[in-house]
């Protein structure tokens, strides 16, 4: 009988472990696989954006306008899939915080690019920004430890940043 008892306790503790499982992923599941975020989570996608910003910055420094645009249209995909699938995470309003910190910033630096003269210190300084909102939103949900700096001009990558012609 006590074997019984427990043995119930313990299936209904898998069940609502897996019902937590299946509610924490709904949202992620809603999404198609193109989203970056459906396919990795806050975390990784996190990681692609500092990749991009970093070869955004990359591309900055050697004022290839094309190729910090591409990276900027990278950072917008992810952004946008973070406030379209994470309203959420941790307890804070990440979609939220990414479309009035974030996103308003991304909008600056694509001006910045699109404008007719082209103006480098004005590029440099919005990519600067870029990263220092990174840097806000991490301190406003509790992760001030993951800082970025707002230059650089170390590239790890396989790739040629100066422009092409
Ligand atoms: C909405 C607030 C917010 C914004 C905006 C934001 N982050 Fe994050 N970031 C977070 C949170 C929350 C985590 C922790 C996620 C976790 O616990 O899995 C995180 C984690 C990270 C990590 C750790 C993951 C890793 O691979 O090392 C990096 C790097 C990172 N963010 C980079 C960036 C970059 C670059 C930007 C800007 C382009 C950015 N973040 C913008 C909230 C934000």
Not at 141 to 159: C, H, R, S, V, W
């Amino acid at each position: 009988m006590k074997k019984t008892v427990l043995l119930n306790v313990i299936l209904g503790m898998l069940l609502l472990s897996f019902v937590t499982i299946a509610c924490q992923n709904q949202v992620i599941e809603e999404a198609e696989p193109e989203h970056i975020v459906a396919v990795k989570g806050l975390a990784e996608s996190m990681y692609y954006m500092q990749v991009y910003s970093h070869k955004l910055l990359l591309a900055v420094n050697h004022e290839n306008l094309e190729l910090a645009d591409f990276y900027h249209h990278e950072l917008e995909h992810i952004a946008e899939d973070i406030i379209d699938f994470i309203p959420e995470y941790g307890g804070q309003p990440i979609g939220e915080l990414t479309k009035s910190m974030l996103m308003p910033i991304l909008d600056d630096f694509e001006d910045a690019v699109e404008a007719e003269e082209v103006n480098w210190d004005e590029i440099r300084n919005r990519a600067r920004l870029i990263i220092r909102s990174c840097n806000a939103c991490h301190d406003a949900t509790g992760y001030a430890y993951i800082k970025m700096p707002e230059e650089t001009d170390m590239n790890p990558f396989l790739q040629v940043f100066e422009p092409i012609d």
